[in-house]
């Protein structure tokens, strides 16, 4: 199985909503990442996790909350968002966080997420 | 972009014409990455090229890396309309696992 899966493939909230978008992959990968992509711009990393523990954060505003509840899973929290944060969120998975072994990121379909 | 730019923007061909797409970056770095990505979809992974290679294969792909100028290169050979999709370059910087895409060429491959 070499696939990364991400739910929903579209949402669509309010400002008010709280939501959250689901990773998941099944590869025994320890590193595991949350991407935004606004429309015709490279994907803008903005958490990474490995071997479950935060490792870095992009400087991204507290209305966007990463939980890593274990090695499969990845959760992306959204509250309070804004109309400006609509955009495709990407996860994507990579074997090792270490750093002699530099590995291939996997990448999931994406969530569409609009914000109103 | 935070880490470097791709040239051209956008590029046209004919199928079975050859497509390079530039990138270059601004820090050093442990590897470089090609990604390609349909419209709206995920990344696929294409060829990953260490600092200490020049050059890479893979089917119809060959990437060159010069690290001296800070740039590498995608040439997709005898490109065919299945081609057709954006290329971004990611590289690796300084920590580990922190990767920066390359503004992307939108490549357009006509039957």
């Known amino acids: 199985d070499t696939e990364v899966t991400q739910t929903p493939k579209h949402l669509v909230m309010g400002m008010t909503n709280k939501k959250s978008l689901k990773c998941e992959q099944h590869m025994g990968h320890r590193a595991m990442y949350w991407y935004k992509q606004k429309a015709k711009k490279p994907p803008e990393l903005m958490f990474v996790?490995?071997?479950?523990?935060?490792?870095i954060n992009e400087s991204v505003p507290s209305r966007f909350s990463p939980e890593c509840p274990n090695s499969s899973l990845l959760n992306l929290h959204l509250h309070a968002l804004q109309p400006e944060d609509s955009a495709l969120y990407l996860c994507?998975?990579?074997?090792?966080?270490?750093?002699?072994?530099?590995?291939?990121?996997?990448f999931g379909p994406g969530t569409r997420l609009t914000v109103l | 972009s935070q880490q470097g730019e791709e040239d051209p923007q956008a590029l046209s061909i004919q199928e079975g014409e050859n497509a390079t797409m530039n990138c270059s970056y601004k820090?050093?770095?442990?590897?470089l990455q090609w990604y390609r990505q349909n419209s709206g979809r995920g990344l696929v992974h294409l060829i990953l090229i260490r600092s200490n290679e020049r050059e890479k294969h893979s089917g119809r792909l060959r990437v060159t890396l010069d690290t001296s100028k800070k740039s590498s290169s995608l040439l997709i050979t005898a490109s065919r309309a299945a081609d057709t999709a954006s290329y971004f370059c990611a590289t690796e910087v300084a920590n580990f696992n922190k990767f920066y895409f390359g503004s992307g060429t939108k490549l357009n491959v006509k039957p």
């Open positions: 820090t050093s770095i442990n590897n």
């Open positions: 996790y490995s071997y479950e523990k935060l490792s």
């Open positions: 994507a998975s990579s074997l090792s966080p270490d750093r002699l072994n530099t590995d291939t990121q996997y």
